[in-house]
Nanobody, 126 residues
């Protein structure tokens, strides 16, 4: 049974930083590309960042480029999202996801992900 569990969310002031973590189990983690997505109230889920299984490639939404960094440690079965210079519009539930096929490349569409965590709330407010 595949499980993805996010942590690290919370309330932060504009300009602040948070580091999200996602712990994976039930899969051979190093075989799968991973991604982060977010969903704000009343909005559709949107792509945030993705990373290949070997960390050879990353991709970011334009709205977070230069502020967020995705990384992974395969030995720990974990993927991370470092978020700096946070803005109120970054407020959302952030979820990590694992691709539906092994050995895939970068994936920015939610349709390419088969396994999802429940998410962690990030609120940016003064």
């Amino acid at each position: 049974q595949v499980q993805l569990v996010e942590s690290g969310g919370g309330l932060v002031q504009p300009g602040g930083s948070l580091r999200l973590s996602c712990a994976a189990s039930g899969i051979t983690f190093s075989d799968y590309g991973m991604g982060w997505f977010r969903q704000a109230p009343g909005k559709e889920r949107e792509f945030v960042a993705a990373i290949t299984r070997t960390s050879s490639g990353t991709s970011y939404a334009d709205s977070v480029k230069g502020r967020f960094t995705i990384s992974r440690v395969n030995a720990r079965n974990a993927v991370y999202l470092q978020m700096n210079n946070l803005k109120p519009e970054d407020t959302a539930v952030y979820s990590c996801a694992a691709q539906g096929r092994r050995w895939g490349g970068i994936a920015t569409s939610s349709n390419e992900y088969a396994y999802w965590g429940r998410g962690t709330q990030v609120t940016v407010s003064s």
